[in-house]
């Protein structure tokens, strides 16, 4: 399958550890997006990337949140100190051009 | 900022009918592109159809239509001749000119037997 791949597909954390999500896009898809979704609600952006460069970043991504696509290909996306609010569902999306593809998402809970 | 509205929380609909899930959007860009995504309990978000601001016909996927209205800022998603399998929540997206999608909050669609 060459479906956008993300890992891992649930994790549980202890308030105040460090997490670190891992998305692979589909080959060849030059953007990237980063997405937070809480129960009842549609995906909300967190950053995106064109190629290896991070062109935008929403005001929801504190200072305790770092994404990375090192070599324009795979991304991690890095939660410091995390707190029980950061439990959500993580979404990774890749793109041609236009319309996004997203992977299964990381289920991401704080206890 | 961007804003995407979707009126209905949750929709039901008969086996085999059709149905229009509701989406309008707040925007000043000349350019834009509207998406419908499904995400059923599974949780992945499945790209269904896209739309782009200056298209003069409506886009149509299989049994997905989406039924564009520029002047009204409206861009509802129509499913024909619905499955059990179209049960799932529905989001509406717009992407402006760097098409990252912004989304709705969402319609949930039931499909009875």
């Known amino acids: 399958d060459t479906g956008v791949s993300q890992n891992p597909r649930h994790k549980i954390t202890k308030r105040g550890q460090n997490v670190t999500f891992r998305c692979d896009p589909i080959s060849e898809h030059n953007r990237l997006y980063w997405y937070r979704q809480t129960l009842g609600q549609g995906p909300e952006f967190l950053t995106y990337f064109q190629n290896e460069a991070q062109l935008e970043k929403s005001r929801l991504l504190s200072d305790r949140f770092s994404a990375e696509r090192p070599k324009g290909s795979f991304s991690t996306l890095e939660i410091q100190r995390t707190e029980q609010g950061d439990s959500a569902m993580y979404l990774c999306?890749?793109?041609?051009?236009?319309?996004?593809?997203f992977g299964q998402g990381t289920r991401l809970t704080v206890v | 900022a961007q804003k995407i509205t979707q009126t209905q929380p949750g929709m039901f609909v008969q086996e085999k009918e059709a149905v229009t899930l509701d989406c309008t959007y707040d925007?000043?860009?000349?350019?834009?592109?509207l998406f419908w995504y499904k995400q059923p309990s599974s949780g992945e978000m499945i790209f269904l159809i896209y739309?782009?601001?200056?298209?003069?016909q409506n886009a149509t996927e299989g049994r997905y239509s989406l039924n564009f209205q520029k002047a009204r800022k409206s861009a509802n998603l129509v499913i024909s001749a619905s499955q059990l399998g179209d049960s799932a929540m529905y989001f509406c997206?717009?992407?402006?000119?760097?098409?990252?999608?912004?989304f709705g909050r969402g319609t949930s669609l039931i499909v009875h037997p």
């Open positions: 925007t000043s860009d000349q350019s834009y592109g």
């Open positions: 997206a717009k992407g402006g000119g760097s098409y990252i999608p912004t």
């Open positions: 739309q782009g601001s200056y298209d003069e």
């Open positions: 999306a890749s793109s041609p051009a236009v319309e996004a593809f």
